[in-house]
């Protein structure tokens, strides 16, 4: 039988997502085999991500009020890339085919769920009063994922964009480089860059 801090520490893999009970034990001996220095790393890597906060424009992770995208002036700001989560993100700036703006819905409407807990009025408010000229609707490309688009897609056609602004808001969905049920967290750079290049308008 293992030590008692040894099976706390199983416990703790064991309740993170897609890891098993055995994968935890393997994880668990393998920090155990580290030097001290990388175990003392790591510890304090976990615990910085209590200083970690949800960005308070667009709900990606910061470490301060706002994150990195809604800090750089650089940045495209007259468009929005909305994704379902923020490793969404992290796979989209990989292709560096895309620079502007983007907004975390925090999920997906599911059957049963109107998505009250999603940021759908916040994605609303921002291209009301960010001037937003496009919004790419870069959900994954699942039964849930194409629902909510389209639900999206309703809803941003109801806005009243600025009357000064002739422009007409272009919506768009990602190419469908991307197959049926697939997850942007794990699609390669080469198919997403394919996707945002080939991004189609809903009409």
């Known amino acids: ?69 809604c800090k750089d002036p650089k940045r495209d700001q007259h468009s929005i890339c909305v994704v379902e989560e923020p490793l969404d993100i992290i796979s989209l700036e990989r292709t560096r085919s895309y620079a502007g703006l983007y907004h975390v819905l925090g999920g997906v409407i599911q059957v049963g769920n109107a998505g009250e807990e999603l940021k759908i009025n916040e994605l609303l408010t921002r291209v009301e009063n960010e001037k937003i000229t496009e919004v790419i609707l870069a959900t994954n490309p699942t039964t849930e994922g194409d629902a909510t688009a389209l639900y999206l897609k309703r809803k941003l056609q109801t806005l009243t964009i600025d009357s000064n602004n002739p422009t007409k808001l272009k919506i768009t969905r990602l190419g469908r480089g991307l197959s049926t049920g697939a997850d942007l967290e794990y699609a390669d750079e080469i198919t997403l860059s394919s996707a945002l290049t080939n991004r189609t308008e809903l009409l």
């Open 1 to 69: 039988m293992f030590p008692k801090s040894f099976q706390k520490l199983i416990k703790n893999f064991s309740s993170l997502p897609s890891v098993g009970p055995k994968m935890a034990e393997r994880l668990v001996l393998f920090l155990f085999k580290q030097d001290p220095e990388k175990l003392a790393e790591f510890a304090e890597n976990i615990l910085e991500i209590k200083n970690l906060k949800i960005c308070s424009r667009c709900f990606n992770i910061a470490e301060g009020e706002l994150c990195e995208f």
